[in-house]
């Protein structure tokens, strides 16, 4: 009987160790930005933002609670399970990049990845996660091209190129019916899948607009002098310049412009390095008037997107920028689909993923929601326009969406 009696008691302490393992169980996630390099600050603006993520999903927030996961505390569907998100540094670069993520999914064993931020190293570290059969979620490379390579395991949230694109000219064409001078566009663009991707789009969308493109001026990436290309605009003096840049060469145009005394009437940024808090602070004041896309604008007091930003600044002393908000986006997004899994199974995540519908008031940015379809995109992203205003940037199309009233031509300094 004593036997008996040791027997059922270990059996009792073992189930209660088993129980109280998979309560605090830690479910890994791999995320993959540029902490290092051109695009570090952004880079780690959207680290950031995920830990606020994590924080989010990990503790109770009872007044996010159209969020999912916020009300509660780690993932119900894994018995509270709390989510660790390993960090890795892609150095701005393709390579680093794709070692990164076969680092993470071989020796960190994480059950899914997230990133890179810059599309090119998009490409790369999605490769490795598709060839290793792991679950990767772009929230911000909106490259063409990153959903036409037939992935399994590749899912997008944010906006693509195409509807960026579509978005800038539907704006121009306002422009004109106002009675803005709007016939000729430059596009300037670092060389980068990035930038390369958008300007092509871009080109497409503006000319079947009937707007005449008279200029596209690619430049290397991280360069260290614009003033070859800023004169050039200032030669042809187009109605419209629409840039996509990261933020050291965001940075350069905007003193380079200043010093050469140019200013198009109206001047469009592509997000990147022009809407990160790093050119914002150093740089806003030179491009007042610049029009900026964007997904994410803080709400009304009270609102998710308002308390989201508010948690964020006390975290790091600036408001949720677009990419970082997209990030933070995608994170969620994630976690919502490993939860719904109820396991760290990637194969069932995926599936998760593949059933993902999250509706407008479940999502921090100003997406319509978030559904993929059979390539991984999202077909309820959507974008808005911003304009630099006083140093901040303000709503201001479409009309649905705005805050503040658009005002051109563009001023800048």
Excluded at 19 to 36: D, F, H, N, R
Excluded at 148 to 164: C, H, Q, S
Excluded at 225 to 253: G, H, R, W
Aim: aromatic fraction near 8%; proline fraction near 5%.
């Amino acid at each position: 009987m004593l036997w008996i009696g040791r027997a059922v008691l270990g059996v009792v302490v073992a189930t209660a160790l088993s129980a109280g393992a998979m309560a605090q169980q830690t479910v890994k996630i791999g995320a993959i930005y540029p902490l290092s390099g051109n695009a570090a600050s952004a880079g780690n603006y959207s680290k950031a933002a995920i830990e606020l993520g994590v924080d989010i999903v990990n503790n109770a927030h009872p007044d996010l609670k159209d969020l999912p996961l916020a009300a509660t505390q780690g993932l119900p569907g894994l018995n509270g399970a709390k989510i660790e998100v390993v960090f890795a540094d892609n150095q701005g670069t393709p390579a680093a990049g794709q070692n990164q993520a076969l680092r993470l999914i071989t020796e960190e064993k994480v059950v899914a990845l997230l990133g890179a931020y810059q599309s090119g190293i998009t490409v790369t570290a999605s490769a490795m996660a598709e060839r290793h059969g792991i679950p990767f979620v772009t929230p911000e490379s909106v490259a063409a091209n990153l959903t036409e390579r037939g992935f399994k395991w590749f899912f997008r949230t944010t906006p693509v190129a195409g509807d960026i694109a579509k978005a800038y000219v539907e704006f121009l064409k306002q422009r004109k019916t106002a009675g803005a001078k709007v016939e000729t566009v430059a596009i300037v663009n670092e060389n980068t899948e990035y930038g390369t991707s958008i300007a092509s789009v871009v080109k497409d969308e503006a000319t079947k607009g009937g707007f005449n493109v008279a200029l596209v001026i690619p430049y290397p990436a991280n360069t260290t002098d614009v003033q070859p290309q800023v004169l050039q605009l200032k030669e042809k003096n187009p109605d419209v310049v629409v840039f996509v840049s990261y933020t050291s060469d965001a940075i350069l145009y905007a003193k380079t412009m200043k010093d050469l005394n140019y200013k198009p009437a109206i001047l469009i940024a592509d997000n990147a390095g022009f809407n990160d808090p790093s050119f914002v602070k150093t740089s806003g004041a030179l491009v007042e008037g610049l029009i900026n896309r964007s997904s994410f604008a803080a709400g009304k007091p009270g609102s998710v997107s308002a308390i989201i930003n508010d948690m964020f600044k006390k975290k790091t002393g600036v408001d949720l920028d677009d990419p970082s908000g997209r990030g933070l986006q995608g994170f969620l997004t994630l976690a919502e689909a490993i939860n719904r899994a109820g396991s760290t199974d990637p194969a069932k995540i995926q599936a998760a993923l593949r059933a993902t519908d999250l509706k407008a008031n479940q999502v921090v940015t100003g997406y319509n929601g978030v559904k993929f379809d059979e390539k991984g995109q999202n077909t309820l992203g959507s974008s808005l326009l911003t304009q630099m205003q006083g140093g901040a940037y303000v709503p201001v199309w479409p009309a649905d969406k705005a805050s503040g009233e658009i005002k051109l031509p563009y001023k800048g300094w």
